[in-house]
């Protein structure tokens, strides 16, 4: 079965950058679709971006653009996050989860079957 971690995270300050990394075990990613969520303290997770097997990316939140880049290397099971220009609204615990079939779809959390536990990012002002 298809076990996902995240690391990367830390603290930077305003307009820093971090990157993340989502890397699989138990199986190959080259069939699944792989999607970044976050979740802010007292606030819902969300959907941030996911990319396909083909390395088409769908952005869920429109304050990303710009900023953030995913990509994948599917020789080393893993996705990554570059997060470039961070905000204060950005801090949150960043997961990665993978959808079999390779699209992403419309809707962020949809068929998303297989989830990471999360790597924290702080950014201070």
Known sequence: Q???VESGGGA???GGSLRLSCTA???TLDYFAIGWFRQAPGKEREGVLCISTTDRTTIYVDSVKGRFTLSRDDAKRTSY???DSLKPEDAA???CAASY???CPMRPFYDMKYWGKGTEVTVSS
């Open 12 to 14: 930077v300050q305003t």
């Open 25 to 27: 075990s138990g199986d």
């Open 101 to 103: 079939g390779g699209q």
């Open 81 to 83: 996050l570059q997060m």
């Open 2 to 4: 298809l076990q996902l």
């Open 93 to 95: 615990v960043y997961y």
